[in-house]
């Protein structure tokens, strides 16, 4: 008896067939890297006689993204715009559109700076020669980036067009101005990695005690006995005349960081671009070990005497407060300059004017709050404690902080991300001089208890990371080679190929997640597990990539005892999905 009709025969082949149309269809249309953007057109809007903004639209696919100027991490591809105009003619800087925080499914909650849909670039254009208006310019465009979708990340590519565009006419005199720099709104651009990773509201609780702490820095700390005598010169019109002038003492110092935030933001790049360059990287970590060897004694570093005596001058009135606040980030300068580094490059990195400014009013606020507290009470209090022992230990805290921040910034100089893997163990051996070894801090005795906590805590945390409870196992791949894989089908092994590349984004994530899963790591052990590095665009990857179809990465094969192919996928893969799909294979 036959076990279909040949009515239903027809029917089953005519399913057959649909589904692996469909297959082949939903396989040609992941599209090649260099159709992901297209250059779609630009303009010339006159800013002045001899000067114009020149725009240029691109759009990307819908559902695709590319990485924005300022990517969420160092290791992505940034996207670069290029533009080369006629030899009279003079292009600014490329001002980058707002980019869009999105967290794909494959980043595990990660947040990501992206470009999507229709974006433009701009840039000033001068003439050094008389442009007659409507003369034709042409401008060579060049644009680099790297496409990805919610699973799979495409090969960085570059694509190049020309452009001709006519020279406008100078504005009228009664024309409104056009804007050539917009600000970025706020959210635009996540704010370096303080803000994105965690979100606002820890960055802004982080800054806030990192306000809090510089007051125990030694050039901080000494102010606040001057503090004290001078609200409590001031007191004799009652509490609330000392509150009055202790908020505006506080408002000068706010007044003065927050300043220094907007101009960081709105710097067009001055500080981030110029951490591209390897020199400037290498000459922050140099300042930062210098600082270092100024808080571990080697030299002194602090305000001038007379700046002091200048600072805690009592001058009456509401004015000599604000003022006093706005010179006390001077004196301070020494000390916290390092931390104020670092907030500079965040918020410059973000473009925002507003969280620049909100960034550092919140610093300020840290830094401020004692002095309001300080000034309440400035008629009981008689004396601090003495600056002894205890601020030595701090200094030095300080100082292993600054070499740590040393770390951080080289670390992109380094192979394999060296510095990073290293700053946790340094920063527990640090943690453990400072609570066992070090001389200082043994007075007073709260202190020492305090000092001994650290200790004993930074010394758990290191046995963590040495013993196997701190080692986290992963899948170890080997180079791919045909010959391994002919070798594993005489041995009838199953096969594990992971196609990947420095610049995709899903790959680093399923190295964090996938390949350290413990169930994952355990069904490995019967695969030969190959990976192909598709960084590099040369012969030999060009053939692996059209013997296999890699359309894009990641892409995993999972192939059988006989050297089969028994299945592929393509973007990122989760833990569960790929210990099921190995168990599938024999």
Known sequence: MALFSPGRKLLVCAGLLAVVVAAAAAHAALPRPEQVVSITGGALAPVARGKAVLRVDAAILPGWHINSDQPSSPDYIATHLSIKGAPELKVGAIQYPPAETIAPEFSMGEKLSVFTGKVSFKAEVSSTAELEPGRKA???????????????CLRPV???????????EAPHANAPAIQAYPAAPINAQPGGDLFSSRGYAFGFLLIFLGGLALNLTPCVYPLIGVTIAYFGNQGGGGT??????AALYVAG???????????????GGLFGAALESPYVLAAIAAVMLLLAASSFGLFTLQAPGWMLRRAGAARPGFVGSLAMGL??????APCIGPFVLGLLLVVERSGNATLGFAAFFVLALGMGLPYIVLALAAGSIRSLPRSGQWLAWVEHLFGFVLIGLALYFIDPLLPNRLATRLLPYYAAAAGIYLGFLSPHGRRPRPFAIFKGAVGALCAAALIYLLSAGGKTSSLRFQPYAQSRITAAAAQHKPVLIDFGADWCIPCREMERTTFTDPAVVAEARRFVAL??????????????ISEYRIQGVP????????????KRMVGYIGPDEMLNSMKSVN
């Open 531 to 544: 990976h192909a590095d598709l960084t590099r665009l040369d012969r030999r990857n060009d053939a692996i």
């Open 158 to 168: 570059t694509i190049a067009k020309q452009i001709a565009l006519r020279w406008p």
């Open 555 to 566: 892409t995993m094969l999972l192939l059988d005892g006989s050297g089969s192919v028994r």
């Open 253 to 267: 110092i706010a007044l003065m960081f927050s300043a220094i935030g907007t101009a960081a933001a709105l710097s």
């Open 327 to 332: 010179g006390m980030g001077v004196v301070a």
């Open 138 to 152: 042409a401008f060579d465009l060049s644009l680099d980036y790297q496409a990805c979708n919610e699973r799979q």
């Open 240 to 245: 609330r005349r000392v509150l009055i002038l």
